[in-house]
Structure formats: C-alpha cells, structure tokens
C-alpha cells in the first residue's frame, strides 16, 4: 500500500520515500509514499523526477502507486529516494479539476444539470451534462455565476469520513470503509480522490467555451485558471491579427468578417457561373474539332493539371452535347474524369468505375459524369483502351 500524500496536502511537490518495489527493468517503481497523482477520476496524472530520472507516468495497482520511469531507476528497494512533482502541471490540474468541481455544483443546482461525466485532457476540459441542449444565454448566465463563486473564494477543504456516516454528498458514494470528501463551502460536498485548490479564487476565471449536442445531453468544453487566461490570450491576439489584415479596429471586425462572407459568397456564384461558360464554349470548340469515328461518336481525351473535378463544367458541357465522349486525365493527381453524352452508348459512371478497378482504383458516377483516381504514380495510359478510347 502506498501513503498518498496529496491526499492531505495537494500543494506538496517535494517528499522522501523509500522504495519499496523496483520492476520493468527499473522503469517501474513502488514507494511507502508518493506525493505523485496517478491518473485517476477523469484528472490526468503528475509528472516530475523521482531520484534524478523523469516520471512519465503514473498509475494504480490496486493499492499500490506505480511511478513509470524514463530509464532505470539509480536506486533498489530499500533504498531512500527524493521525488519532486512538476509544479506546473499539478497547478494546472488543481485549478482545472477544482473549477469543474463548481461547474458542476452550480449547473445541478442553478438549473438542473446533472454531471454525466468529466474529462480533464492536456487539451481542453469537457464536462457532460444532462440537459437537452444548452442556448448561448443560459452558457452565459452559468459562466458568471460560476466566476462570481470563484471570486467569493469559497474555502475548498478535505475530510476523511466514514462512509456509513457521510452526509450530504452530491452524489452517493457505493465505496466501503472511509470516504475522501472535498467540500466547497456552502456549495458542494463530493467523494473525490483528485487534488483541489485552497479556495474556489484560486481557481481563477472560468471560461465556458461551447457546447456540444452528444447522446442523452449536452457536453460544455470550459478552460480554468492559468490555462483559460492563455485562451483569452491567444483570441485577443488573432483578433487584432485580423483587424491589422482588415485595417479596422478590433470592434468593427465582426461587421467587416461578415460582409467579405457575403463576397466571398457572391464571387463563388458568379466564379461557378463564368466556369459554366468557358466550360461550354471549349467544349463545344473541341466536339467541333474532333472527327466522329465509325460509331458517329467523336471521343476526346485531354491532359489537364490539378484535380480533375475543377474541370466538372467541362465535363457537363461535352455530355450535353450529340454523340460526345470525353475523358480528362491528370497525371499530377492521378485523377481521370469521364463525360458521355447519352446518345453516344456509353454509362459513364458504370464504365469508368469498372476500368479503375480493374488497374487497382477506385471511382463511379452517373452515366453522363463520371470521376475517379488510380493509386499515386500508377499510369493513366493504360486505362485509355479499357475506357474505350483506344491506345494503351
């Protein structure tokens, strides 16, 4: 059994112990203490050094706290050691797990969310709640409230109860023996073996990002203390990015955004409209230039650059056309885009799908448009016979 020593004092980083278990080559180690959390209850686990070498991990076997070490461990059971926690990370998770904590008390009570499930990643902190869905102005009302908690620095304190007696919990514990209750003051009592804050201001703000719709509720990604400042940081700073790009002030960004939306919208209407036309007038200039073969079709095969798609409204084009076939191949891509016309015999989609798959690609379409590719670096040649425009 290992002594837990944040149990009692989350803010220990520094501690000795003794060394009880050396195995994995000296990469995994048991102490009698370890003021080290293990990943546990949805918070991530402590990092540091312990007797000189990094702590990459740490888990639980049973009783038991396993230190997963970056290399051997200088030191065989028995032995004293020195650990030290990484300061950083452990503030990190305090603050993080604490605000999620309040989070929850506040969105159960204030509204009627239940806490479904925690996550606290390196990443970001989800929290899911049982609530249909969650509009922009109820997310905002449970941000202030929340922040006006943290600021009221609420004290955040730990006891040992017996389980049998333990009161008032938030939600019932089925664990036997003695209970690890952290209590925010006149707020919440819950059954956690998490490290926590000394009071709810040291939580710092509270930042609830967006919500989610996931089945039977509703998840809200959030951001706490040190971590939700950097947020706000770095939103400040693509802000004024983006007025600087804009030569606008920091508030006229949101008006300026959404009328170059509106252009850019406009601009890909009347680009799509000017493809449509050169589309038509190159293909109704190469049907004029082809010669029909003995089936009265005249069959047209052009190298283009890029992805075949951008070509569609060529493809379109030629299809609408009498007696017409038209294959484009991109070399740089291996895409190839097939256009028939439907008095030239040919289903596009039925054609093309089994000509690429015969050569280990994959594509299809209708009978008029058809598009696919062939692996990278595959020839494209060899498919002009399969697709019935001779060569290969």
């Known amino acids: 059994m290992t002594d837990r020593l944040y149990h009692t004092d989350a803010a220990l980083l520094h501690f000795p112990a003794t060394v009880r278990a050396v195995e994995a080559a000296g990469r995994q180690v048991v102490l009698d203490r370890t003021a080290f959390y293990p990943t546990s209850g949805g918070q991530p686990h402590d990092t540091g050094v312990l007797a000189g070498v990094a702590v990459v991990d740490v888990t639980e076997a049973g009783d038991a706290v396993v230190h997963h070490l970056a290399e051997a461990l200088p030191a065989a059971a028995g032995e004293a050691v020195e650990g030290t926690v990484d300061a950083a990370r452990r503030h990190d998770h305090r603050q993080q797990h604490s605000g999620q904590h309040l989070l929850s008390a506040l969105a159960e009570d204030r509204f009627g969310w239940r806490t479904l499930s925690v996550h606290i990643g390196a990443d970001g902190c989800t929290v899911d709640l049982d609530a249909a869905a969650i509009d922009d102005g109820a997310l905002e009302t449970l ?27 938030r939600k019932p514990s089925d664990r036997e023996g003695t209970l690890r209750i952290v209590t925010i003051a ?7 073996g998490g490290t ?10 509270v930042r609830l990002l967006r919500t989610e719709a996931m089945r039977g509720g509703t998840r809200v990604a959030f951001l706490c203390g040190d971590r939700a400042l950097r947020q706000v940081r ?27 939306a509106e252009r850019l919208v406009a601009q890909e209407r009347e680009l799509a409209r000017l493809r449509e036309a050169v589309g038509t007038h190159e293909a109704r200039l190469l049907h004029a230039t082809a010669t029909p ?18 070509h569609e409204a060529l493809g379109r084009a030629a299809a609408a056309l009498p007696g017409c076939a038209l294959l484009l191949l991109s070399h740089g891509t291996g895409g190839v885009l097939l256009a028939a016309s439907a008095d030239s015999g040919i289903d596009a989609g039925a054609r093309l799908k089994a000509a690429l798959a015969a050569h280990g690609g994959r594509g299809g379409g209708t009978p008029r448009l058809a598009q696919g590719a062939l692996p990278a670096g595959a020839p494209l040649l060899p498919l002009l016979s399969a697709l019935g425009f001779g060569g290969g």
């Open 143 to 169: 941000e202030a409230q929340v922040n006006a908690e943290v600021a009221a620095a609420r004290p955040v304190t730990v006891t040992f109860e017996p389980a049998a007696a333990a009161t008032g919990l």
């Open 186 to 192: 006149g707020l919440d009592r819950n059954a956690c």
């Open 293 to 310: 073969d003995a089936d009265g079709v005249r069959r047209l095969v052009y190298e283009v650059e890029g992805a075949v798609k951008g």
């Open 234 to 260: 770095q939103a400040h700073a693509w802000l004024q990015q983006v007025a600087r790009q804009l030569s606008a002030g920091a508030d006229e960004v949101p008006e300026l955004v959404a009328r170059q």
């Open 196 to 205: 926590h804050v000394a009071h709810t201001a040291q939580i710092g703000v």
